[in-house]
């Protein structure tokens, strides 16, 4: 069965301060990888998808890498700000007998910028 | 920009009573899901509808049922409401069920049974 991890649970940084935020998986067969911001009370915000076959995506100010065979994911945020305060998820799309609709979801990452 | 549009964003139930959470999306999605979120489980997957007319079981379907309505809206019942049902319900939706499928979150629906 696919985990996904996230470490830490939890991270505060100080503003302007580069950073990384880590997913790692339990199987490396996967169609893509979706990271997603949750503000508090609100829903998923998708920021990134990395399909299989890619190495990286970068939206602004936000770069995500994939090495699928080692099962990892990076998604590194730079020159950080308060705004960038959330809850970070990634999530697996795995390649399933049965189709692939069942995403797997990391716990997240609860990113603090302090200004 | 409505995108993924749920209601009620919150309900309090009594143990016993039914519901309905309704979604729609403008995006002419063909799939549709309902995730629930709890603290320490993470998003868990209830039903899905891969394509209008088709429903399928997630991870954690008992005491749910759904309906999809048309393309725009997939809705998700509740009988006979539990307090293990208390929740913050999500509804997603992406292009297509396949490899490629981006998935897109609307804001929550936030359910207490007391």
């Known amino acids: 069965k696919q985990e996904v991890t996230q470490i830490p649970a939890a991270l505060s940084v100080p503003e302007g301060e580069n950073l990384v935020l880590n997913c790692s998986f339990t199987?490396?067969?996967?169609?893509?990888l979706q990271w997603f911001r949750q503000d508090p009370g609100k829903g998923l915000t998708s920021l990134l998808l990395i399909q299989s076959s890619q190495r990286e995506q970068t939206s602004g100010r936000l770069n995500a890498s994939l090495d699928k065979s080692s099962g990892r994911s990076t998604l590194y945020i730079a020159a950080s700000q308060p705004g960038d305060s959330a809850t970070y998820l990634c999530a697996v799309r795995p390649v399933a007998r049965a189709g692939s609709y069942q995403l797997t979801f990391g716990k997240g990452t609860k990113l603090s910028v302090i200004p | 920009n409505a995108g993924v549009t749920q209601t009620p964003k919150f309900q309090v139930l009594k143990t016993g009573q039914s519901m309905t959470l309704q979604c729609a999306q403008d995006?002419?999605?063909?799939?549709m899901y309902w995730y629930r979120q709890d603290p320490g489980m993470g998003l868990r997957l209830i039903y899905y509808?891969?394509?209008?007319?088709?429903?399928d079981k997630g991870e954690v379907p008992n005491g749910y049922n759904v309906s999809r309505l048309n393309k725009r809206e997939f809705s998700l019942r509740l009988e006979s409401a539990a307090p293990s049902q208390t929740s913050v319900y999500f509804c997603?939706?992406?292009?297509?069920?396949?490899?490629?499928?981006?998935?897109?979150f609307g804001e929550g629906s936030r359910l207490t049974v007391l």
């Open positions: 509808s891969a394509s209008e007319g088709t429903t």
């Open positions: 995006m002419n999605h063909n799939s």
């Open positions: 199987d490396s067969a996967i169609y893509n």
């Open positions: 997603a939706s992406s292009k297509d069920s396949f490899s490629t499928g981006e998935l897109f």
